[in-house]
């Protein structure tokens, strides 16, 4: 199964045309990108990873308030 969570937002990074923080597998191994950076991250299931990528959102929102 692939995903691809995203989460743009080019006033935080113009970096990976605006993708601050991202996870998913498009190229066969799962990942994590963050602000143009990408590292590999141990995959738990769809649904942990949804909850992380949601509450790391929900703190990168704080940034420019």
Do not use: C, W
Not at 23 to 32: C, K, L, W
Request: no cysteine.
């Amino acid at each position: 199964m692939r995903y691809n969570l995203a989460f743009i937002n080019h006033f935080l990074t113009s970096q990976d045309n605006g993708r601050v923080l991202g996870y998913d597998n498009r190229h066969g191994y799962h990942h994590r990108h963050y602000k143009g950076g990408v590292q590999p991250y141990e995959f738990s299931g769809y649904a942990a990873t949804a909850f992380r990528f949601f509450a790391e959102v929900d703190e990168l929102k704080k940034e420019k308030r």
